[in-house]
């Protein structure tokens, strides 16, 4: 990289221009806004020159922020790109200790428009949703450069039709390939249940080298995009990858779990499930509830019946020992996570119980207020109750606008188990764009539609 600039005189003011080429190729990589000072002091502008130049370089060679290299966007300064890297360093891990590193990197630099970005997906993915959009309101108050890649994300931010929001991504995977445009490409396509796309997408992230290091997300779709098409080999050698950069993640532990399932090595799951259950207790019952249940159904999905008894027993164990601790803020979610436990142990009038008791006690997480209600109307539909299912159907349905997709997962699943396939069907298809293919495969609550063709052809693989 070659940094050559120019001092040119106007009047009493001097304008100080820079470029950064690439060499020996000669490609501009960067070129920077004009920097001006009066000619009575030429040094004056020095260290916001010195800033943007560091600046400049950092975003062109670290891999971490490939999102911003294209010449049309304004680099930042140095400060603020450490400030900036601090926070994706915490996103991988916690990534709502991330938000105060971008909020300071949008401070010392209001140009630099990517932390305030990443703030709103963090926001967005801890369903803090009023914080989200302040955010995209503040970006389009001062709008990022007409066709660069932020003022693009503006627009992903902005519209509300899912296929637009499909070609602006795979607009920003085209400018700036392994960046977290083909990510989330790849996720727009994965909840389209397109995998084979979405995998071509995925496999261009550097995810030992990038922003993806570390971050389980990417191989969370990554990995179920080669599961949906039954290749579980490459699903097994892409998370070997993940475990190499990670060993200690109870997620992708399930994933390797899941792809051994897949194919057939029984005896390297159970050797894999005591390791599996040892990191996930060390998360808590109340974060781990997710965790728990989809490796049960992964597994009850492929037949491994002596695996799924050992992560419920594990799962019931840890949040029985954890609700006999004194009671602390996060007593309700606790309650949660056995209630989903003991509805997969079958105990269906001891989950009831512990989930009335939740219900109405998550006021600021209305997903999983939709999740409670729907569970305990999938208890009433197995018990025979149908007048009690209905109501619950319809509690979630009025819910819908807040939280469509997983609305239409609960009223499907609970009309399934009703023998109404039709109406579940119809639910599921008005929100086929954000449905979790990996629930279908393996969940026997939508065992009804398994057979039912119009599901088939939504839900299969294309």
């Known amino acids: 990289m070659v940094v050559a600039g120019a001092i040119m005189r106007q009047g009493e003011t001097l304008v100080i221009t820079t470029q950064i080429t690439e060499y020996p190729s000669r490609r501009i990589v960067s070129s920077l806004q004009p920097i001006l000072t009066p000619v009575s002091e030429p040094l004056g502008q020095a260290n916001e020159l010195r800033e943007r130049i560091a600046g400049a370089l950092a975003v062109v060679v670290d891999r971490r922020v490939a999102s911003i290299t294209l010449p049309s966007s304004r680099p930042p300064t140095y400060p603020a790109y450490q400030q900036f890297v601090l926070g994706r360093q915490r996103y991988s891990r916690d990534e709502h200790a991330s938000i105060v590193f971008f909020e300071r990197a949008s401070a010392l630099d209001t140009t630099f428009v990517l932390p305030m970005v990443w ?12 914080k989200r959009d302040s955010v ?7 709008p990022p450069p007409s066709g660069s890649l932020e003022a693009l994300q503006l627009q992903d931010f902005l519209t509300k039709d899912p296929e637009e929001r499909l070609q602006i991504r795979l607009r920003g995977a085209a400018r700036s390939p392994g960046s977290t445009w083909s990510n989330n490409a790849g996720v727009e396509l994965h909840d389209r249940i397109r995998m084979r796309e979405a995998i071509k997408y995925y496999e261009q992230v550097d995810v030992e080298h990038s922003w993806a290091r570390g971050w389980s997300p990417y191989w969370l779709y990554f990995s179920r995009a080669w599961h949906a098409i039954g290749d579980y080999e490459r699903e097994y050698r892409s998370v070997q990858r993940g475990l190499a950069i990670d060993p200690d993640s109870p997620l992708l532990r399930l994933i390797e779990i899941r ?7 029984t005896a390297e799951v159970h050797a894999r499930m005591s390791a599996f259950v040892t990191l996930t207790e060390s998360g808590g019952c109340a974060s781990n509830w997710q965790t728990y249940e989809q490796g ?11 695996a799924v008894g050992m992560v419920i027993r594990s799962w019931l164990s840890l949040c029985q020992r954890e609700l006999a601790e004194p009671a602390d803020s996060l007593t309700s979610r606790r309650r949660r996570s056995l209630g989903m436990a003991l509805y997969r142990a079958g105990l269906l009038d001891s989950a ?5 008791r ?22 009433t539909a197995r018990r025979g109750d149908r007048v009690g299912a209905e109501r619950e159907m319809r509690t979630v349905f009025t819910s819908r606008d807040r939280d ?7 009223f499907a699943a609970i009309a399934s188990l009703l023998g109404e396939r039709v109406r579940a069907f119809r639910a599921l298809e008005s929100a086929s764009t954000v449905l979790p293919y990996a629930r279908f495969h393996r ?3 939508y065992a009804n539609l398994w057979s039912y063709p119009p599901f088939v052809a939504l839900a299969t693989s294309k």
């Open 352 to 356: 009831q119980r512990v989930l009335e």
């Open 259 to 265: 792809a051994l399932a897949g194919l057939g090595r």
């Open 443 to 445: 969940d026997r609550d």
């Open 119 to 130: 703030a709103a997906f963090a926001y967005g993915n801890g369903r803090r949703v009023a």
């Open 296 to 306: 049960a159904l992964e597994l009850q999905a492929h037949g491994d019946s002596a």
């Open 358 to 379: 939740v219900s109405g006690q998550l006021p600021d997480d209305p997903a999983g207020e939709l999740v409670v209600r729907g569970r305990i109307g999938r208890i």
């Open 136 to 142: 995209i309101r503040l970006l389009s108050r001062r």
């Open 404 to 410: 469509r997709d997983v609305s239409a997962m609960q």
